[in-house]
């Protein structure tokens, strides 16, 4: 390691003055960047920051306006992602594009520039996989495959370039603790190699744990560069955020009162080929409580999402219960009209339709809820109110915009999701359900809406958190369940909940704690 | 060299605007370009095609007799197609609501009475829902693709009324000529106004139900939800919108107008069935919803535009001597502008070369100029 570290006369990779404008959006603004060979180097910044506009100028997916690039000291001109893997830089995205129905190997196949023998690449990636701790089976079709796994392909595949830069999107937000662990042994083999590594995370820990040099984004400038290892967590925030960055603040759990959501025995069989089983789910949330549901993506969250919500309508009618009455036999208008709200993973296309405004994505969810105040006779829509019931909210919860009343599509994911969560909470619902509510979000608007989660349990309301965020459960909940496979552990009260424990629990461990007394819902 | 479209990251307002009238300009442009290759003068040919007819009172009679049917079908089409119903088959709906809104005056002549012709135009409505409601229930039922389903359909449409004017229908005092009786005068859609031309109510329920479905579409909850479906299925559903009754209020919608547009046609314009009752007007009514922007206002501009490329051809045939096909190619040229238009306005081209080798050639190169 201390050889890699002799900094050699140029920098791997130093970008100088970058610049790149969207209409009068300055989405990077002079942006220094200087990476050395062998060093992990992270970018930091929230959401909107400019990282990835900064991140698709390096690989030559967007264009610079201004500034320029040297590669081994020398400028180069990236014009395209095949030049930039030509030269030698990969990229690990953050959404990976894989195809499900094609195994690994072919899906490693397709991305390479030359064509080789399947054979060949076969053997190539099961040595790759050796050498560097990656452990997959080529032949097995990714459909098949958890997420680390998919990770793993694609890091495999951004190997076999040989690239001496690797650029590495947000890679432990759909990691289990374990399954991270094993990831930093890999980057830290690569940098012992000599590879370089750019490193894009919000999150301060890892950051701090792994990475040796740290370069902060703010507004589409750099804010600060620094030695992680020498700041505290709460320093790094500060520098990405500009201010402090207000903490959650929670009560003790409330005395535990009446049960107003309560899912038994739910199961149900895969909707499409790529979908998880549901199966034997029980679960409640009584009023005032947090309960978390943990587990690494794709284990089943989104088709309990769906169940609960009533997007998927239930057999029997006891299967859901909302205060007290049963609600499996509603659909989703009816559910929300027993009190319940629900905020879906996807923000834009689930949650929110891109191409309307706010206001129409206010009447989305409210239009049966608050049929009085938004509609008059013959459903015809008061577009003044929605229009003033939009603004509140964007008010109460901070969205920023560019216009009165922007397309969704038009607003950063932080905003947006700012916007889905407060379009549910102004309505004070009894139930609320939220999947993935901070994921890909910026921190100061995470905070955000984490208070606002934990306010509305404060008020007696119940909250379900489906998250793969644990720092973020074990911020907000009093309790956490795990979910794998499809199936639902028993919740872990907070008191007694460690990393360790949820964690396994995540990688499909047998719940060792399964007879505490807390398994009473049946 | 590959040509490769790339997703602008914003579109421009005013070209979104514009795009109509630069299709309506590229199609004047390359019509004039056919004539020539006709061998005829493109000016006095433009001329006769599209201001030729606007010269008379008589004539822009006729021009809202071809344009109520347009405007009728395409803007019950634009219901669909907002909601991403793909119903291609109005000409059989146009068709069986002519067949059924017949009923009366073909099957009983003697019932005479000012209740015939509401009655008429009531089952030519529900004739046209009834047709378009086969697809519909396919596509709930089974998922079958709307878009051969209702295209068949109009075969059958077709086919159906051929024989229906040929068989039993077939005016027993009409010389074995393949019609129906000519409806009596109870039975026929009166002119707006006679004095002047021959331009019948169907041109008004074209204009109300443009207005209707326009409110319907901007200001009631119904159109928000056509249009949530429409864009983002998955966002429908979690606004609690069925996909399903969507699908069939889309079709019962778009059908109904046909069949309406179908037997004001008949009672209106012609006054009894005949082997072949419509010029395509179904499927023109597609280039009609496209070129209004599905905007039942814009679509109102839309049909009287289309209408005028019936007279044009009719005018052209016999002034000029070209077939009357050229008024197709005038339809087709205009609704393959209109889409080139759109996508232009939301993708760009990108020009992309095979060999990565440009570049490291031309870094090689530079060295030896300096």
Redesign the interface.
Known sequence: MQATLEDPVAPLLEARGLTKI??TLRACDQVDLKISRGEIHALLGENGAGKSTLVKMLFGALEPAEGVILWQGKPA?I?SP??AR?LGIGMVFQHFSLFDALTAAENIMLSL?DPAPASAVTTRARELSKAYGLPIDPDAHVGDLSVGERQRIEIIRCLLQNPELIILDEPTSVLTPQEADKLFETLEKLKLEGRSILYISHRLEEVKRICDRATVLRQGRVVAECDPRKETASSLARMMVGDEVQPVVRDKPAAQREVLLEVSNLSRKASHPFAVPLSGINLSVHAGEILGIAGVAGNGQGELFEAV???VIQDRPDTVRIRGKDAGKL???GR?LMGAA?V?E?RL????????TLS?NL???R??TDARAF?SR????RNGLVAQAAKRISAAMDVRKSAEDPEASALSGGNLQKFVIGRELDRQPLVMIVNQPTWGVDAGAAARIRQGLIDLARNGSAVLVISQDLDELFEICDAIAVMHGGSLSAPIPIAEATYEKVGLLMGGAEPGHAATPLAEAV | MRLELVKRPQHSALFSALSPFIALALTLVAGAIVFMFLGKNPVEALYYFFIDPLRETWSLHELAVKAAPLILIGVGLSICYLSNNWNIGAEGQFIIGAIVGAILPVMYPDLQSWIVLPLMLLMGILGGAAYAAIPAFLKVRFNTNEILTSLMLVYVAQLFLDWIVRGPWRNPAGFNFPETRTFHDYAILPEIWPASGRAHWGFVFALLAALALWFLLSRTLKGFEVKVIGQSPRAGRFAGFSRNRMVIFAFLVSGGLAGLAGISEVSGAIGQLRPSISPGYGFTAIIVAFLGRLNPLGIIAAGLILALTYLGGEAAQISLGVTDKVARSFQGMLLFFVLACDMLIHYRIRVTRPALATKAERAAEEPAHA
């Open positions: 969207f209409g001109a014009s095949r030049e030509r520039d919500s009533g997007e659909d989703i208008s929300r629900f879906p996807e296309g689930h949650a929110a339709a891109p191409a309307m129409q009447l989305l969810s239009y049966r509609l013959f459903g015809i829509i």
